[in-house]
């Protein structure tokens, strides 16, 4: 990456700053320099460039002292929260952030996990990549059953801004012609494995309602000339993707929407730049730009922009709006409603259900893909809602043999025992649980009354837990993970409640949601706050409620349109 691109102290007029480099960050950035607009993109942590700083991405496990496991006191002391999350090890643990730096607190009784990845390119660098896109029936479930405020937007407003995303970002897939499922613009899937395909003929039998499909992931199958001239290449299923991937094959800031953006001239990057707060002038109801400490020395700036989009993460654009305050605004800008903060949500992961195979022994596959199966979600409208729940789950797992790591516990010795190590083993599958959460004011996240960070600045304060809606719903989803592969003809079929806190799904959002009546919501149908109108928030603080599908394609969505919305607007002389 050109080193003209990061800038320290600058006292320019930038058309548009963008908070913060993850998956909207990138796409805000890309965005706005393609239509021509000067833009300052800054990012709280360090640089990662794309290639040459994927450290750890070509060496082995053995080459670490714990193969890959952080060693125990380390993992405690600095990443108590972070080692939660399924992607921390000692080959990725420099792509998250350290709990010593980043403290919070939540209220007694509950609990919320925080991941956090500060650098360059954010949790885009660790993300799943399963990319969906939500339904005609998600953006209309509040008004339909009552929960949350109305969506102030269709499935139609963000039909096309699917599709334009998806092309460049570039889905694998296959269409299914799902109505709780809209098709995205696919590359070609990833495949099943041999029990796998049978599991998914029999539930087109048996289960007719419960469809089983290869997931869709932001992997190229077959790259594109648009991906090919940034470097992207196709996936070559190794699936350590969350050590960075050189191929480029899966969608990253580093990978795409960086580059893009650099390529036009028109981006500038402040790293190492924590926002404290935005300068909000009173006498023109506008953000002036943005306060932030430098994250090594503490020195204090000042950047100065036309537009500020807010990207930095639910949590952290969260943090930043309710730190700027003024007289017209003592509890947060553009926090009229009183609502910024509240309806904190996350997907629920907490029901797994496992069984073993029998059969298929001369059946394996080649490489480790990044796809798994899915199930959609089944309860997608009022009519299908179980009778102890609202909403819905969606169903994600997958069929593979054991190897020698899950083996390795058994009794045995010599040569014969190691040569059973060598073959693979038994085949098994697990499906695990995506549900919805639904909204509820008494979800929040403030900032602490005295407690602050090393910045000064004032801690986040959680108290979230889940209703009993969500604990009916995992139990439910015991009951139809089971059922299928009772169906299946699966043996040794076990079942578990996880007990994990929101949080660790890594897809929380609602708190600085959309919505038709200022009086109840932060921002308007095109993520501009209601009583600011240069201010903008595009990431999943903007979001009325969850969905069942993981939300990273509507991030991306939600923001291109938001870009094109506000230069149209800023062009014809109204913004």
Not at 68 to 93: G, S
Not at 166 to 192: H, R, Y
């Amino acid at each position: 990456m050109n080193q003209e691109l990061y800038i320290e102290d600058s006292r320019e007029i930038y058309d548009a700053i963008v908070v913060g480099s993850g998956i909207t960050g990138g796409w805000a950035a890309k965005e706005f320099t393609e239509r021509g607009f000067k833009t300052l993109m800054i990012e709280r942590g360090r640089v990662v460039e794309h290639r040459k700083d994927y450290i750890t991405q070509a060496k082995p496990p053995w080459e670490y002292n714990n193969r890959t496991k952080v060693a125990r006191e380390l993992a405690q002391e600095q990443y108590p929260i972070q080692q939660q999350c399924y992607a921390f090890n000692e080959a990725t643990k420099h792509f998250f952030g350290n709990d010593k730096d980043y403290p919070y607190s939540v209220e007694k009784g509950t609990g919320f996990s925080w991941i956090k990845a500060n650098q360059l390119g954010g949790k885009s660098l660790l993300w799943a990549r399963q990319s969906y896109r939500m339904s005609a029936f998600d953006f209309q479930a509040n008004k339909a059953d009552g929960h949350g405020n109305d969506w102030p937007i269709r499935y139609e407003d963000l039909a096309p801004w699917y599709d334009y995303v998806e092309k460049f970002v570039g889905i694998s897939g296959t269409a299914e012609n799902l109505p709780q499922l809209p098709d995205s613009i696919f590359q070609p899937p990833f495949e099943m494995t041999a029990p796998e395909k049978d599991f998914t003929a029999k539930m087109k039998e048996l289960e007719s309602d419960k469809p089983v499909i290869i997931s869709r992931c932001a992997h190229l199958t077959k790259p594109e000339k648009v991906h090919i001239d940034l470097g992207r290449m196709q996936c070559m299923a190794r699936n350590e993707c969350h050590k960075g991937c050189s191929f480029g094959a899966y969608f990253s800031t580093q990978s795409a929407t960086l580059p893009a953006a650099a390529n036009t001239g028109n981006l500038y990057i402040a790293p190492n730049s924590v926002v404290e707060s935005l300068i909000y002038d009173d006498t023109t109801n506008r953000v002036k730009g943005v306060r932030v400490i430098d994250n090594d020395t503490l020195e204090q700036r000042e950047y100065f922009g036309k537009l500020v989009f807010l990207c930095a993460s639910t949590l952290g654009s969260t943090q930043i709006m309710l730190n700027s305050k003024s007289r017209r605004f003592p509890n947060g800008i553009a926090n009229s409603s009183g609502v910024l903060g509240h309806y904190l949500m996350d997907h629920n992961y907490n029901a797994l259900v496992t069984a073993r195979i029998e059969g298929y022994e001369n059946e394996y596959y080649s490489g480790r893909r990044p796809a798994s199966l899915y199930v959609p979600n089944f309860r997608y409208e009022p009519s299908r809602y179980h009778t102890k729940f609202k909403r819905g789950y969606a169903l994600a797992g997958s069929a593979s043999r054991a190897d020698w790591q899950s083996m390795g516990t058994m009794d045995g010795f010599g040569v014969s025992f190691k040569n059973m190590l060598h073959n693979p083993g038994p085949w098994g599958i697990g499906l695990q649980a995506q549900g919805e959460m639904l909204p509820n004011r008494d979800n929040q996240v403030a900032l602490h009354s005295s407690k602050k960070d090393k910045w000064g600045i004032p801690q986040l304060h959680f108290n979230c837990e889940w209703s009993a809606n969500e604990i009916a719903m995992m139990e439910n989803a015991l009951d139809t993970a089971e059922t299928m592969m009772q169906k299946a003809g699966f043996h040794n079929i076990q079942r578990r409640l996880l007990g994990q806190p929101p949080g660790l799904a890594i897809h929380e959002v609602g708190t600085a949601r959309m919505g038709r009546d200022p009086k109840e919501s932060i921002l308007n149908g095109y993520n501009q706050a209601h009583d600011v109108p240069n201010l903008f928030v595009t990431d999943g603080a903007s979001f009325c409620s969850t969905g069942v599908v993981n939300p990273s394609l509507t991030f991306m969505a939600l923001t291109a349109r938001s870009v094109d919305y506000a230069v149209k607007e800023v062009k014809s002389g109204r913004l």
